[in-house]
């Protein structure tokens, strides 16, 4: 079990680096709006995903077969901690926090992809909302339209009136 519980982590934390290091990427595409490079980088996407699915799959087996020996099965960490009491010198636990933290980076890096993602779906919609108006404040659907009022301008389209 300690050996199965080392293999996984080892295999976590070259996952866990190559994911933060694609997400890092990912967010300064993201961060420049480089829609052919996100594009190129979707397959690598997918992939990441695979072997983090793979990691979780471990995961499970392993807490499953601790659960089946009578051991800790409820967290990685907590079975860590019970067999590095029976055998110390694995540092098991130490090396389930570590992993946790890489965790807690790549949730932090998970979070600013996503607000990026999302700040430039907001330009965007503004952006259309800009040109389907013609610049106008009140958009022509609206009940308070003043089709006697006109306006045009903004720094990014002016389209007249």
Not at 15 to 39: C, E, H, I, M, Y
Not at 71 to 96: I, V
Not at 113 to 119: F, T
Request: hydrophobic residues 35%.
């Amino acid at each position: 079990m300690i050996t199965q519980i080392q293999e996984f982590l080892d295999k976590l934390s070259v996952v866990q680096d190559a994911t933060l290091d694609f997400l890092k990427r990912k967010g300064d595409l993201l961060g420049k709006s480089d829609a052919k490079g996100l594009t190129e980088i979707a397959d690598e996407e997918q992939t990441v995903m695979d072997r983090l699915h793979g990691v979780f799959e471990l995961r499970h087996q392993i807490l499953q077969q601790a659960k089946e020996a009578d051991l800790p099965s409820d967290t990685l960490e907590s079975l860590a901690a019970r067999l590095d009491k029976e055998n110390p010198g694995n540092a098991l636990e130490e090396r389930c926090r570590d992993s946790i933290q890489k965790s807690r980076l790549l949730r932090h890096q998970s979070l600013a992809n996503w607000v990026l993602a999302q700040r430039t779906a907001i330009h965007l919609s503004q952006l259309i909302e800009i040109i389907g108006t013609k610049g106008k404040p009140n958009s022509t659907y609206s009940r308070h339209h003043n089709k006697e009022k006109s306006y045009t301008g903004g720094s990014i389209v002016d389209l007249g009136g």
